[in-house]
């Protein structure tokens, strides 16, 4: 495993706290996918890429950045250009979906494009239909952080409005899971806040 400008042990703390799987490097076939930005001048060649694929990886590679000098970012699909010269945090592993019938509600991880959301929703629940975003190739996240316009916003409102965004589970800078309905003012950030809040 190569990795680039990684000689320091904040790199090799970072890399033991993560699963072989959840960790991205230069040299890896999917390294470009899993860090390109949609302005390619925003571009910093990360010398890491991970991909938690819990919560509870999340939470200790925060917890753990947080303490250290590195330059990271948060990554969902590359339209925001977001990007870092030290690590890059892809989400894109938080992909899950579930449709509950009784109550009409989606749960959806944050880490997936609308596409995928539109398409499964069609698959397990084809007579429902979602308020997200109008391109199918943003995410889920930045779409509800930015405010999020749907095709059926005159009507419904804004994906991010407390109709349409009940709740979400958060991971907080110090590695705490924590719902944001439990915390008024995150939940309240987190509906159109943009995405430079929760930032150091």
């Given at each position: ?10 790199f ?8 072989a ?16 930005t ?10 890491l ?23 990271f ?8 250009s977001?990007?870092a010269k030290?690590?890059?945090?892809n ?22 494009p ?16 979602i308020?997200?975003?109008r391109?199918?190739?943003?995410g ?10 749907s095709w059926l ?30 915390a ?14 929760g930032?150091?």
């Amino acid at each position: 495993m190569t990795v680039s400008n990684t000689d320091a042990s904040p790199f090799k703390i970072l890399c033991s706290l993560l699963q072989a799987a959840e960790i991205i490097t230069p040299d890896s076939s999917d390294y470009t996918k899993s860090s390109q930005t949609w302005a390619a001048q925003k571009y910093s060649n990360p010398g890491l890429v991970i991909r938690p694929t819990s919560t509870d990886s999340l939470g200790k590679a925060l917890a753990y950045l947080y303490t250290t000098n590195l330059d990271f970012a948060i990554y969902g699909h590359g339209f925001s250009s977001a990007s870092a010269k030290d690590v890059l945090i892809n989400t894109s592993a938080f992909d899950n979906f579930h449709f509950e019938a009784h109550s009409e509600t989606v749960t959806i991880g944050a880490g997936q494009p609308w596409a995928e959301v539109y398409r499964k929703l069609s698959q397990v629940a084809p007579e429902h239909g979602i308020i997200g975003a109008r391109t199918p190739c943003v995410g889920v996240a930045g779409t509800i952080v930015s405010g999020g316009f749907s095709w059926l916003s005159s009507e419904y409102g804004c994906v991010s409005d407390p109709e349409n965004m009940i709740d979400a589970k958060v991971v907080k800078y110090d590695g705490s899971v924590v719902w944001a309905s439990t915390a008024p003012e995150l939940l309240w950030a987190l509906r159109g806040g943009g995405g430079g809040f929760g930032g150091r």
